[in-house]
C-alpha cells in the first residue's frame, strides 16, 4: 500500500521512526510528513493566523520525508495539496506510534495522533491512529532521554511497530472510501508478540483540573490528571483492554455523530 505517515510528537520522534521503517520492511510505500515540533494535545487544530513552513527532511525512514512547521492535520493537508508527488497517491493515512496511549472520550478528541488521521478521513482517506501506552515511569524516560528504561521501552515499541505494520493495511483495505472513520488503535506497555486484539469503545472518563491555580503572574499551568472512569461494565473499553494487557481496536466512525 502507499501510506502517508504522519504523528504528533515531532518528526525526530523514535516512535515515528519505528513505525516507519516497520511498515517499509513490510513493502508499503511511504511519505512521511510530520510536525518539526511535537504537536501534544492539539486535536485537530490548524494553524489559521499564521503561515506555516515546510522543508524536506531526509532521515533515511523508507520514503520521501517533510518537516511541516505546524500541527499534524497542517501536515496531512498541506502533504496532500501541495508535497506529494502526484505519482504518489496515497491509499491512507496512518498517524502515530504516539508516545502514550490515546483512550477514553477524555483524550481522543484532544489527541494531535488522532487529529491528523481525522485529516486524512477528512480527505476521503481510510486512516488509523496508533499509539503505545506506558507508564507513568516509562513515559518520563521518554521525555528525558533515561537510557535506563531504554531497553525495554524499545523492545516494547518494536512488538508494538510489528503489529502495527500487520493491523494498518487490514484496517486500511476494510474500510471505504469517503467513509470518516479513523482506526484508533493502542498498544499495551509492555507490547508482546502474543499481544492480541480487542475491540473496544472509548471509556467514559471525567477529567477535570487539568491547570494548577494562578501563579503571582496570574498564569495557569498544565498539570496531567488521568480522570475518572464511569464506563458502564460492558461493553469492553479501550482502557480496560489496555489494562488487561490487550490491543485496543476502537473504530470512530464519526459518521453516527448526532444518529438518532
Not at 485537530?44 to 533515511?60: N, T
Request: hydrophobic content about 45%.
Amino acid at each position: 500500500m502507499r501510506l502517508l505517515l504522519t504523528n504528533d510528537d515531532g518528526l525526530d520522534s523514535v516512535f515515528l521512526h519505528a513505525l516507519a521503517r516497520a511498515l517499509s520492511a513490510a513493502g508499503h510505500e511511504l511519505a512521511i510528513v510530520a510536525p518539526l515540533r511535537e504537536q501534544s494535545w492539539i486535536g485537530a487544530a490548524k494553524s489559521r493566523h499564521r503561515p506555516v513552513a515546510s522543508a524536506v527532511a531526509d532521515l533515511g525512514l523508507g520514503g520521501p520525508t517533510w518537516c511541516v512547521d505546524g500541527t499534524p492535520s497542517d501536515c496531512v493537508n498541506i502533504a496532500l495539496a501541495h508535497l506529494l508527488p502526484r505519482e504518489f497517491r496515497p491509499e491512507a493515512v496512518v498517524s502515530g506510534i504516539n508516545i502514550g496511549r490515546n483512550a477514553s472520550l477524555s483524550f481522543i478528541p484532544a489527541s494531535g495522533t488522532i487529529g491528523g488521521a481525522w485529516e486524512g478521513a477528512l480527505h476521503g482517506l481510510p486512516a488509523v491512529a496508533l499509539s503505545q501506552d506506558l507508564t507513568a515511569e516509562a513515559y518520563a524516560a521518554v521525555k528525558e532521554a533515561d537510557s535506563k528504561h531504554a531497553a525495554g521501552i524499545l523492545a516494547s515499541l518494536h512488538e508494538a511497530a510489528a503489529h502495527a505494520a500487520r493491523l494498518a493495511p487490514d484496517l486500511v483495505a476494510v474500510t471505504a472510501p469517503r467513509s470518516f472513520v479513523v482506526h484508533s488503535v493502542n498498544f499495551p506497555f509492555p507490547c508482546r508478540a502474543d499481544s492480541t486484539v480487542r475491540r473496544t469503545v472509548p471509556a467514559r472518563l471525567v477529567t477535570a483540573g487539568l491547570f494548577s491555580p494562578a501563579a503571582d503572574d496570574g498564569t495557569h499551568r498544565f498539570i496531567f490528571q488521568s480522570g475518572t472512569d464511569v464506563s458502564p461494565a460492558a461493553p469492553l473499553t479501550d482502557r480496560a483492554a489496555l489494562d488487561a494487557g490487550h490491543i485496543s481496536h476502537t473504530v470512530l466512525d464519526y459518521t453516527r455523530l448526532g444518529a438518532m
